[in-house]
């Protein structure tokens, strides 16, 4: 059981380039989230998707976009990079908004 | 003011003592708190939830919740070198909200 599926696992990019994060869950849930985390400062959610069909903003969306494109996918775009934006990763996927969160093992994503 | 905001640590303690880890939260209308452990290099993983006042036991580890003050807590009792890894308190008000973390390192 997979569970949560995140890609890459590692990246580099450039500023000013653009990338997306592919998250994939197996668990059936209606809920996904987008989370960032950096040293001092905890997770902090970017997105979330409370069931398929619907995103919200979290507490740090800018300069990020998602898109729910099913129920078991949630992607999250940076469309132009910043230094700013380097940090961990994580998607995390809940049955419903309230339930327990599991997480994905991360992206870690530097951009220079 | 974070929502969520734990004591900041590093926490040393000696293998067999108890760690002690405390939270606290600014929405007093908040329901539900949750404990997650998270490895260096790994992903958070929870380890209890709590949504009733008082105490909460899930084998070496106790979870406390105080409404009225807005704490919640959790004591690792007996620890041990495994236990050696950042703790995060959330609370959920419709989106998890985190504190930053407690590193705890249990000297062998």
């Known amino acids: 059981n997979a569970g949560v599926t995140q890609t890459p696992k590692f990246q580099v990019l450039k500023t000013g380039q653009s990338m997306t994060l592919q998250c994939a869950q197996d668990m059936n849930h209606n809920s996904m989230y987008w989370y960032r985390q950096d040293p001092g400062m905890g997770l902090r959610l970017i997105y979330y998707?409370?069931?398929?069909?619907?995103?919200d903003k979290g507490e740090v969306p800018n300069g990020y976009n998602v898109s729910r494109l099913n129920k078991r996918e949630f992607s999250l775009r940076l469309e132009s990079a910043a230094p700013s934006q380097t940090s961990v990763y994580f998607c995390?996927?809940?049955?419903?908004?309230?339930?327990?969160?599991?997480f994905g093992e991360g992206s870690w994503l530097t951009v220079v | 003011q974070k929502e969520v905001e734990q004591n900041s640590g590093p926490l040393s303690v000696p293998e067999g003592a108890i760690a002690s880890l405390n939270c606290t939260y600014s929405d007093r209308g908040s329901q539900s708190f949750f404990w997650y452990r998270q490895y260096s290099g790994k992903s958070p993983e929870l380890i209890m939830s709590i949504y009733s006042n008082g105490d909460k036991e899930d084998g070496r580890f106790t979870a406390q919740l105080n409404k009225a003050s807005q704490y919640v807590s959790l004591l690792i009792r007996d620890s041990q070198p495994s236990d050696s890894a950042t703790y995060l308190c959330?609370?959920?008000?419709?989106?998890?909200?985190f504190g930053a973390g407690t590193t705890v390192t249990v000297r062998a």
């Open positions: 998707s409370a069931s398929e069909g619907t995103t």
């Open positions: 959330a609370k959920d008000d419709y989106k998890l909200s």
């Open positions: 995390a996927s809940s049955e419903n908004i309230g339930n327990t969160i599991y």
